[in-house]
């Protein structure tokens, strides 16, 4: 690209040539960001976001021990702690209680692959 002097006079033109441009990029710009869509599956929530989204309504202090002991799924970026919302809702649905059944289930299961062949 060649630098070229310009001229007091030239000053509108050149101004206008920068605008055309500046109004091109624009253009291809929002027709790319239409395009690009947003990865659900990656919402971050904040301590106190996610204590609005659990159904119990901990406080903070009580997710803040949960980090602490790991025993919620969390990323943390040097101070700051946050949360993968789908990480949250798998983290919720593996805590819910087993049937009876189930737990009979299991047993067997792990009966039948301890046992030894004689």
Sequence with gaps: MEKQILSFNDLPS??????NKLEILEEKFS????QIQPDKG????SVSELSE????????????????????PFHKKG??????????DE??????SRSRAEIMNEAIAYV???RKVI
């Design 112 to 114: 039948q692959s301890t």
């Design 14 to 19: 050149a101004l206008s040539l920068v605008i």
């Design 91 to 96: 983290w919720m649905q593996d805590n819910k």
């Design 53 to 72: 989204y659990l159904p119990t309504h901990p406080v903070e202090h009580t997710i803040y021990c949960w980090t602490s002991n790991k025993q919620i």
């Design 79 to 88: 101070k700051r702690i946050m949360f993968l919302k789908s990480e949250i």
């Design 31 to 34: 027709t790319l960001m239409t």
């Design 42 to 45: 990656l919402e971050w929530l």
